[in-house]
Each structure stands twice: as structure tokens, then as C-alpha cells.
T-cell receptor
Framework: GAGVSQSPSNKVTEKGKDVELRCDPISGHTALYWYRQSLGQGLEFLIYFQGNSAPDKSGLPSDRFSAERTGGSVSTLTIQRTQQEDSAVYLC?????????????FGSGTQLSVL | RKEVEQDPGPFNVPEGATVAFNCTYSNSASQSFFWYRQDCRKEPKLLMSVYSSGNEDGRFTAQLNRASQYISLLIRDSKLSDSATYLCVVNPNNAGNMLTFGGGTRLMVKP
């Protein structure tokens, strides 16, 4: 596709349920990021994948959060036993050049609402 | 102290005005700097990189002050379409995993 694709665009779930969010980065982009943005707040780093290197998981807020990236392309962010404070927009971004140039291309996000 | 700080605003300015935002960062070893723009309920998009010598792109000028550890964004001749949140991004090293976003500064340009 032309850009970063995220699905679903909206997800409403009940507290305690598990959810999976998907990110399809731009083809050829080796770097992939997940961020979280609560209403009116800045972006909170969650996890970073770069090529075949071990991911940087330092931003994951709890062990209920996990992410994987299969074949260096599509990534899935999983939140287990969702809580109301998990409600936010989850943004995925990819980049062809990690670090220095930091031209991140963002997807339109998944709006997660935990009732 | 937050690693990257911005005045959240909002900055309310009339069309045609010149407006400037600053962004301070705490890591003096930071290597690269960027401004992103985020429209309401949309994803962030890169506006411009910030180079040591300062750089200009049309009505937008970005500057870096390493001594005082801040970057700035100047918008001349503001347009209604400039209304958005401007995010400062700092990379303290050359690795991708350290990108840090500021909380953003909201700009509202009024007719």
C-alpha cells in the first residue's frame, strides 16, 4: 500500500477482554514503532522494531502488553485483560532509515475504547 | 523534568501574524531534532527537520540553540490552515529507539 495501514480503526471492548491491533508498514521500511496517545496528550513510546534486531520493549507499560513483528513486516500489538486506562489511540509508524533522519510515517491509528 | 518540554498553548493568533514556539530538551547529547504537525484526530506528519545552522521552508523557519538546549519553530504570515498541534521530536542518539516526542503546542489561527 501507499502508506502505513492500521486495523481496526476503532475498537470497543469490555474490561478484561484481550485485543489485537494490527499494523502494516510501508513496504521496505525496516523500522517500526508503536506509540500510544491519550486524549489531549503527547505520544507515549511503547515498542520499537528494527530489522532482525531484538525489539526495544522499554516503553510497554505492563506485562499485559506485547507485540511481535512477523517476517520483518506486519506487526501486531496485543493487550491482554484490558483496563479502562488502556483507552487511547494506538499509533504505528514506520521508517526507512532508523534514528538520525527519523522521518516517521504514521498510520491513522486505532482508537481503543475499554468500557 | 520531562525530556522534551513544550508549552501546550493554545496560541491564538490572527491570520497573517507571526508566531513562534520553543521546545526545550534535557539531554545535551541529543543528535537530531524535528518538528511534526498533528491535525485534530489525525496522525502526526513530519513538518521539517531542524539543522544546526537553522533552516527555512517557505513560511516556516526552524532553529536550534544547543547552548540553551532548545529548538524553535517560527511561522510567518499565519494561515487558517496552520491551525494544528506542533510536536517537537528529539533523538538523543543515532538509534531509532530513543525518539522522544514533546507534548505538543496547539496553534489556532483565527480569521
Amino acid at each position: 500500500g501507499a502508506g502505513v495501514s492500521q486495523s481496526p480503526s476503532n475498537k470497543v471492548t469490555e474490561k478484561g477482554k484481550d485485543v489485537e491491533l494490527r499494523c502494516d508498514p510501508i513496504s521496505g521500511h525496516t523500522a517500526l514503532y508503536w506509540y500510544r496517545q491519550s486524549l489531549g496528550q503527547g505520544l507515549e513510546f511503547l515498542i520499537y522494531f528494527q530489522g532482525n534486531s531484538a525489539p526495544d520493549k522499554s516503553g510497554l507499560p505492563s506485562d499485559r502488553f506485547s507485540a511481535e513483528r512477523t517476517g520483518g513486516s506486519v506487526s501486531t500489538l496485543t493487550i491482554q485483560r484490558t483496563q479502562q486506562e488502556d483507552s487511547a489511540v494506538y499509533l504505528c509508524a514506520s521508517s526507512t532509515t532508523p534514528g538520525m533522519l527519523a522521518k516517521l510515517f504514521f498510520g491513522s491509528g486505532t482508537q481503543l475504547s475499554v468500557l | 523534568r520531562k525530556e522534551v518540554e513544550q508549552d501546550p498553548g493554545p496560541f491564538n493568533v490572527p491570520e497573517g501574524a507571526t508566531v513562534a514556539f520553543n521546545c526545550t530538551y534535557s539531554n545535551s547529547a541529543s543528535q537530531s531534532f524535528f518538528w511534526y504537525r498533528q491535525d485534530c484526530r489525525k496522525e502526526p506528519k513530519l513538518l521539517m527537520s531542524v539543522y544546526s545552522s537553522g533552516n527555512e521552508d517557505g513560511r516556516f523557519t526552524a532553529q536550534l540553540n544547543r547552548a540553551s538546549q532548545y529548538i524553535s519553530l517560527l511561522i510567518r504570515d499565519s494561515k487558517l490552515s496552520d491551525s494544528a498541534t506542533y510536536l517537537c521530536v528529539v533523538n538523543p542518539n543515532n538509534a531509532g529507539n530513543m525518539l522522544t516526542f514533546g507534548g505538543g503546542t496547539r496553534l489556532m489561527v483565527k480569521p
